[in-house]
């Protein structure tokens, strides 16, 4: 499906660059709303999205599974905004190549798109395991609206679903299956849940959270093979166990969308690599998001991906912009329980540990403290002070006296004295 909103230019005006986005989710979003704010009308913007829908919101994806949220909870902004915006939305066309010589972006197999600037806001793709019977019908991934219906059509009753993948998504997409009311059953290769976020405490209170919600939880569960006659119907893992399945979940992780900017001969790493402006190594193509590595480091989670759209927004409008990395956190809700964790989740020898857990109420704190610096933290039921944490991490500032109020929270400010008794006083 095609959609085109233009706007009105007066003829007087000067020709404005031709500005092609590809890419319509989150990260792209963000920066046409930071670039139309700073500077409205500067560029002649088209914006090309492989879904057929604008973008919208892939946090709320596992609540959309679960029957909490519709479709349209999950939208941003509807197509009036980008009309009263001049901006041109493709949609359900995917880019497929960038000419750098012509300075054009073929949409489809004959649609073509002259530009001056480019973004590159592709995201990543889902990782499927290179495993016998992986192409089987009924293995789907977790990532778009798509994945969403075609897992609520798989999911009948009385089927017996499999989610591999213990990672954030993993999680969502379990307990989405368990709140349909599948029988579902979850599988991570690794001993700990979210491995990259939580350490082994934190992690068995949030496995204890999913198996309160119905989820079956497998841990160092390596999967072997899928078999079925036409369809998936049974899973193998390593050990031989067998599990039966109707339904297979694939959440292992997901890799830079690096097709384009390879095929157009841009630089490539683990990611599309750019400098601290979001500029690839053509001064006129620019990168953001997932598909987007800075100094090594490639991103999977939307912070990153909003400070980018920041950094580029401004730099296109000519101001001062500078990208230095992201600090990485994790704040979520997962089956009901807030979970944070910034900078380093397992103890190195030369830090402290300092520790409270209460299992039973379903809450833990631990500070990592190293020369009177705070380099991690990992909360789990109750996670108030974790902005203090992030700034204290990622500033370096001594931790000085604070450590009382990062393990038990502030103490509240006492109330004011009555207007009254100051004036008699």
Known sequence: ????????????????????????????????????????????????????????????????????????????????????????????????????????????????????????????????????????????????????????????????????GGGL???????????????????????????????????????????????KVLLNADTDRVEGDGRVERLILADGTVLPADLVVMSVGVRPNLALAQGAGIETGRGIKVDDRMTTSDPRIFALGECAEHRGMVYGLVEPAYEHAETLSRHLSGLEAQYSGTALSTSLKVSGLPVFSAGVVDTPDTAEAIVMSDPGAGLYRKLLVERD????????????????????IRTGASVGDQIDDLMFGRPAAPPAEPLAKNLAA
Request: with cysteine; net charge negative.
């Open 169 to 215: 998504l993993g999680l969502e997409a379990a307990v989405g299956l368990a709140r349909l009311g599948v029988d579902t059953t979850l599988l991570h290769v690794m001993d700990r849940l979210m491995e990259r976020q939580l350490d082994h405490s934190a992690a068995a209170l949030v496995r204890r959270a999913m198996e309160a919600r119905g989820v």
């Open 1 to 164: 499906m095609l959609t085109a909103q233009t706007d009105q230019v007066p003829a007087a005006e000067i020709p404005r660059e031709r500005l092609v986005v590809v890419g319509n989710g989150m990260a792209s979003l963000r920066f046409l709303e930071r670039l139309t704010e700073g500077s409205p009308g500067r560029y002649d913007v088209t914006v090309v999205g492989a879904e057929p829908v604008a973008a919208y919101n892939r946090v709320l994806l596992s609540s959309l599974l679960g029957g909490e949220v519709d479709e349209a909870a999950c939208a941003f902004r509807g197509l009036d905004w980008y009309e009263s915006h001049g901006i041109r939305l493709i949609t359900g066309a995917p880019a497929t190549q960038v000419d750098r010589e012509n300075a054009l972006v073929v949409v489809g197999e004959t649609h073509v798109l002259p530009f001056d600037k480019l973004v590159l806001a592709v995201g990543s793709v889902p990782i499927r395991l290179p495993k016998p019977g992986m192409d089987l019908p009924g293995i789907i991934t977790f990532r778009d609206l798509a994945d969403v219906s075609a897992i609520r059509k798989a999911a009948v009753q009385h089927a017996k679903a499999i989610v591999i």
């Open 373 to 392: 610096r705070l380099i991690g933290a990992v909360f789990v039921g109750d996670i108030g002070e974790q902005g203090l944490c992030k700034t204290l």
